[in-house]
């Protein structure tokens, strides 16, 4: 039996509708069993619906990779990447050894090291990730790959927790490295399993990408047993091993015949689907804009391609010349489109399907009605209503909360980073000027300084994870310029922005194991940084009177505003306070802080609202009452 995705009736509860017979069956699943049959079903029939596994997609490509084999796997969190590697450390650890990196590049310069010895190996992270993975990535192109070397990179269609919305299929091309680009949750794991092949095959690195929607959409996958490979060992192979100029000129001709055999190899496998249907129109679609397309035209003709790069031409040729019409369906960049028109087919897709965004069964209904594929539903209301308005704040009693409120009382311009503390750019705290990428606040500080055009106190903030990823050469620039800047590490002891993911300054490996722990006062000092003072964050005075400190030192300065985050790894909670509306003057000080826990009470004074705490979100950090100028906050005790 062949089962399509499971839809949610109520609870625990999942249906399954067999993709052949069209009987529906019902249960619940609970580690992987289903019971309370409605149906009768024969044995065959039970141990085809058991065997299946509700998974995310993220899971999926973890199964994938532990079936393929895989021995070593290093990631940095990011979402919606992050759970892969989470996942993977779930098995053995005699199967795969799991560990997180200090970032994308040396996440995979670790798997790359595996490769070359034969192992097979894996690393994840999103799109911007591998931003900062692509300077290894476009040598080991050339280079190829001696143990599969696979790369799980997850883009975020509809910028639901990025700083922009790139396409990897762009890069992949760019690299001339074979993306794979599964549609669901099975196909995750099944293209997963399936790119450690094709890297040994045709030796090269190999992208799978998924996407937000399908990395953490759960759907019904069947799962395999692990697969043992024999070991490989290091290749002696000077030319190839080696990018230098010499080798990397008679290496590229080489890529270029890879990426026609890749084009064959695609052409010519089960991967490449062909769903006949009426010829007046066809669709050719990939990843899962193919769950959009079949759902809103499921009896159409369709070519459904496993990857964007290499093109399967001579596939994408015979169902072209089989249609009258060829509309492209494919989220973001117009990739599939172009290589379309290159070929001189006559292709239609982004004028009816919108280049920014994630696509959803709606907006492709609407597409295929402007493409005159469908007639416009007259039964369709638009909602009128509009969302109320909700944006992200930081938690109740988050440590940063007193670092950005002492930023604003000195009036500094701030660079921002990449993490929780970037909700400092939002009302109320608004106190950051600048946010780029990854590991860049302190080297636009140093810009900052240099120009000379600032004259008020240059700060930039940084969190821990993201120091070890890529703060700590843009500090050696700092001090090598002798500029005049102020660095705030915010340390919560965790990946907090990801979901509470261990890194070198936590002590933890990723199975819980207790590791070396990265000292952050000593690698200051270590570049050459004299001005060092570590401050506790929940302390808003000190902090505020530090911070004054450092920004009059003439260099290098570093504040560590040192509290672990209030979520993670354990959800830490205090006794709760509560206002004394009998001292309260509705003065707002509070306020300032953007707490969650305090909103505004019904009773007035003098005309303006008094405050209330709600004591099931007061975590009990008490700066609220530290700002509080008459000492109308305390414990509910009290």
């Known amino acids: 039996m062949v089962f399509d995705i499971p839809r949610v009736t109520s609870g625990n509860t999942f249906c399954w509708r067999c993709g052949v017979c069209g009987v529906w069956w019902w249960g619940t699943s609970l580690g992987g069993k289903s019971v309370n049959y409605q149906d009768k079903a024969s044995d065959i029939e039970r141990q085809a619906v058991t065997s299946q596994y509700p998974m995310t997609g993220n899971e999926a490509i973890a199964q994938g990779a532990w079936e393929a084999g895989v021995k070593v796997a290093v990631a940095y969190p990011g979402t919606p990447s992050t759970e892969i590697l989470e996942a993977l450390g779930t098995y053995p650890a005699s199967d795969v050894d799991a560990e997180w990196g200090t970032n994308e590049k040396t996440s995979l310069d670790a798997a790359i090291g595996a490769s070359f010895c034969g192992a097979r190996a894996f690393t994840a992270m999103k799109h911007v990730g ?114 230098i100029p010499a080798h990397a000129r008679i290496r590229h001709p080489q890529v270029i015949e890879r990426e026609r055999k890749l084009g064959v190899y695609f052409d010519e496998c089960d991967l490449t689907q062909w769903h006949e249907g009426p010829s007046d129109v066809g669709i050719v679609t990939v990843g899962p804009a193919y769950a959009y397309v079949k759902e809103i035209l499921p009896d159409a003709t369709i070519l459904k391609l496993p990857s964007s790069y290499p093109l399967a031409t001579g596939a994408v040729e015979r169902f072209c010349a089989s249609v009258e019409r060829v509309i492209v369906v494919e989220e973001l960049e117009p990739l599939l489109e172009e290589q379309l028109k290159v070929l001189g087919i006559a292709v239609e897709g982004k004028e009816f399907f919108p280049r920014a965004g994630e696509l959803s069964p709606e907006i492709v209904r609407r597409g295929f009605e402007a493409a005159g594929v469908l007639e416009t539903s007259a039964s369709a209301t638009p909602l009128e209503a509009e969302p109320m308005a909700r944006p992200p704040v930081l938690c109740a009693g988050c440590p940063h909360i007193s670092s950005y409120l002492a930023l604003r009382n000195i009036n500094a311009r701030v660079a921002g980073d990449i993490g929780c503390y970037t909700l400092g750019a939002i009302e109320p705290l608004q106190a950051i000027d600048t946010c780029v990428a990854m590991g860049a606040s302190i080297g636009n500080a140093v810009g900052m300084a240099k120009a000379g055009t600032e004259t008020r106190p240059i700060v930039a903030t940084i969190g821990d994870s993201t120091f070890l990823h890529a703060g700590i050469p843009p500090l050696i620039d700092a001090v090598y310029s002798n500029v005049n800047i102020t660095v705030m590490l915010l340390d919560n002891h965790i990946t907090a922005m990801t979901g509470g993911q261990d890194h070198a300054a936590t002590g933890r490996s990723l199975r819980g194991e207790v590791t070396h722990r990265i000292d952050f006062n000593e690698i200051c000092r270590a570049v050459g940084v004299k001005w060092i003072k570590t401050v506790d964050s929940y302390e808003i005075g000190a902090m505020t009177r530090t911070l004054r400190e450092a920004v009059e030192f003439k260099g290098v300065s570093v504040i560590i505003s040192d509290r672990p985050c209030v979520l993670d790894p354990v959800k830490l909670k205090g006794e709760a306070l509560a206002v004394r509306t009998d001292k309260c003057t509705a003065c707002q000080s509070c306020m300032n802080l953007g707490c969650p826990a305090l909103s505004w009470d019904d009773e007035m004074y003098n005309g303006y609202h008094r405050i209330r705490i709600d004591p099931t979100a007061c975590v009990g950090c008490a700066m609220c009452s530290q700002v509080c100028p008459v000492d109308g906050i305390h414990p509910v005790a009290q």
């Open 130 to 243: 591998l931003n900062v993975a692509s300077d290894s990535l476009m040598s080991q192109s050339y280079i190829g790959a001696n143990g599969g070397l696979v790369l799980a990179v997850c883009d975020d269609p509809g910028i639901h927790s990025s700083q922009n919305e790139q396409d990897t299929r762009l890069f992949a091309r760019f690299a001339m490295v074979p993306v794979l680009e599964p549609a669901d949750a099975q196909e995750a794991l099944d293209f997963t399993r399936i790119a450690f092949d094709i890297s040994e095959e045709f030796d090269t690195p190999v992208i799978v990408r998924s996407t937000t929607r399908l990395s953490h959409t759960r759907s019904l996958v069947r799962r395999g047993e692990r697969l043992e490979h024999e070991d490989k060992s290091f290749i002696e192979d000077f030319t190839k091993n080696v990018i």
